[in-house]
């Protein structure tokens, strides 16, 4: 069965770093384009980033707000995805989830549960 | 970059059709994807590919695109319809992913 599992939200204080782990299983990660995807609460949908399978290149896509806080890494031994937040903000709050655009085009056709980052002082 | 506009929120009876609508200036050249998210879920794909279903998803729903407006229709709606959905673009310009802004469907 197809699956990701997000871990690493918490509570931060603003101006701290959290780094998200996004576990992978049942599909083929090597080959899966991934991105972050956010939702504030009671908010709608807004893409963080993406990286591309390290046989198109690996190239990094990140928001352009978030430009020069986020990054995004990926370890294909591990079936793994991370994403790097850096001096957090309060309106970073909200639940990260990762997806893969696996299977079809370029939608995202596997999405995981969802990590809680919570940032308050 | 743009903006994907979509309304608010569209209210059907049970057996109904629901027709969603998602505008932007440049989503005629796009591939238009859709997808529900229920309260406390992750988001579901359910159209991509403008028109196409992924497996696993009835027949009930369809898109569409005609010019920059696409449209997700829900057909013979169901209690089990009522949630939240959202359009999605790769925009060309910078192969940024945007998102609509999403509409409320309340059977």
């Known amino acids: 069965e197809v699956h990701l599992v997000e871990s690493g939200g918490g509570l931060v204080k603003p101006g701290g770093s959290l780094r998200l782990s996004c576990a992978a299983s049942?599909?083929?990660?090597?080959?899966?384009?991934m991105s972050w995807v956010r939702q504030a609460p009671g908010k709608g949908l807004e893409w963080v980033g993406r990286?591309?399978?390290?046989?198109?290149?690996?190239?990094?896509d990140v928001a352009a707000p978030l430009k020069g806080r986020f990054t995004i890494s990926r370890d294909d031994s591990e079936n793994t995805l991370y994403l790097q937040m850096n001096t957090l903000k309060t309106e970073d709050t909200a639940v990260y989830y990762c997806a893969a655009d696996a299977n079809y085009g370029f939608s995202f056709d596997i999405w995981g549960q969802g990590t809680m980052v919570i940032v308050s002082s | 970059s743009y903006v994907l506009t979509q309304p608010p929120s569209v209210s059907v009876a049970p057996g109904q059709t629901a027709r969603i609508t998602c505008g932007g200036n440049?989503?005629?050249?796009?591939?238009v994807h859709w997808y529900q998210q229920k309260p406390g879920q992750a988001p579901v794909l359910v159209v991509y590919d403008d028109s196409d279903r992924p497996s696993g998803i009835p027949e009930r729903f369809s898109g569409s695109k005609s010019g920059n407006t696409a449209t997700l229709t829900i057909s013979r709606v169901e209690a089990g319809d009522e949630a939240d959905y959202y359009c999605?673009?790769?925009?060309?310009?910078?192969?940024?992913?945007?998102f609509g802004t999403g509409t409320k469907v309340t059977v």
């Open positions: 049942g599909f083929t990660f090597s080959n899966a384009w």
């Open positions: 990286i591309r399978s390290n046989t198109d290149g690996g190239t990094i």
């Open positions: 440049n989503i005629g050249s796009e591939s």
């Open positions: 999605q673009v790769w925009d060309s310009s910078n192969d940024h992913c945007l």
